[in-house]
């Protein structure tokens, strides 16, 4: 039996996707996207469920709508996987900063002993004192994680000396070091913060823009080619809540005059549901002014 890993294997990975449809996404104008208004995870799982049967679908939007862009259709797993990878992207930019104030703590208590160690080492012409003045001394956090830095170095090339003449350890200075080094990078990553913010904002709105526009394209085929069915919402759900459907529930009563039936003339309703794309479509089919092939740009 195929365990669930192995099938896990089959699976597109995101980032594939996403540098497929990287430079469709970066040519969009930044004046034409769509600001997130979903929760991501979610809508990216429904609209993965939803497409094989969108797929299933494909032969018969080619053949009633010709002109339609099946691409939209093609296209949509990828744009879906890169929205996700887009979304994972993004929240990690925009996490809370590491917790610097606790790191903080623990490096000026490091910084008191090994300064404590030191002062009384140069006391007894076992360290160069005059080494010590270049330490800042301030509370910064920046000065106390250099300050951490210029102490572990110190105190380490005076090791064959100091050793057993002192408190603190090899391990204490190995510590001091990689404090150092971690406030640092910290420091250096939390500056970066608002452009890398900014940019992963604005990544995440070019595959949703892309994203959506598929979904609803592909939803609105479906609703045309499905429409004596009256199953658009089955098929191809609304990402947002709140949303009419086709067909009421069986348990809710409701009036002859109001229930929507799966006539052409009874589709009154899609564009609440689907693009503009479908009302075109539908004036076609009844012969009405604009009566032209749907779909057409």
Do not use: C
């Amino acid at each position: 039996m195929e365990s669930i890993g192995s099938l896990a294997n089959d699976e597109k990975l995101a980032a594939e996707a996403m540098s497929r449809i990287a430079p469709e996404a970066a040519a969009l104008s930044a004046d034409a996207l769509s600001k997130v208004n979903l929760d991501l995870q979610q809508a990216t799982s429904t609209i993965l469920g939803v497409i094989p049967e969108a797929m299933a679908l494909r032969e018969r939007i080619l053949q009633e709508i010709p002109a339609f862009d099946i691409s939209q259709l093609d296209k949509l797993e990828d744009y879906t996987l890169a929205l996700r990878f887009a979304h994972a992207a993004y929240q990690t930019a925009t996490r809370p900063p590491d917790a610097l104030r606790e790191l903080f703590t623990e490096a000026a208590a490091h910084r008191t002993r090994l300064l404590a160690d030191a002062t009384a080492l140069a006391l007894r012409d076992l360290i160069d004192e005059s080494k010590l003045e270049a330490l800042k001394g301030a509370n910064g956090i920046s000065n106390v994680a250099q300050d951490l830095q210029m102490l572990s170095q110190i105190l380490q090339e005076s090791w064959q000396r100091i050793q057993g003449k002192t408190s603190a350890t090899e391990e204490d200075l190995q510590t001091a070091s990689r404090l150092a080094t971690r406030i640092t990078r910290l420091v250096g990553e939390r500056d970066q913060t608002p452009p890398v913010e900014a940019e992963a904002i604005e990544h995440r709105e070019r595959v949703f823009t892309l994203t959506m526009r598929a979904y609803d394209e592909v939803r609105a085929a479906v609703a045309f080619v499905r429409r004596r069915e009256g199953d658009v919402d089955d098929i191809t759900p609304s990402l947002y809540t709140g949303r009419a459907r086709y067909r009421p529930s069986p348990t809710t009563p409701t009036d002859d005059t109001k229930k929507p039936d799966a006539s052409v003339n009874n589709m009154q309703v899609l564009p609440a549901v689907a693009s503009d794309t479908v009302t075109a479509a539908i004036a076609a089919q009844k012969g009405g002014p604009g009566s032209k092939e749907p779909f057409l740009t």
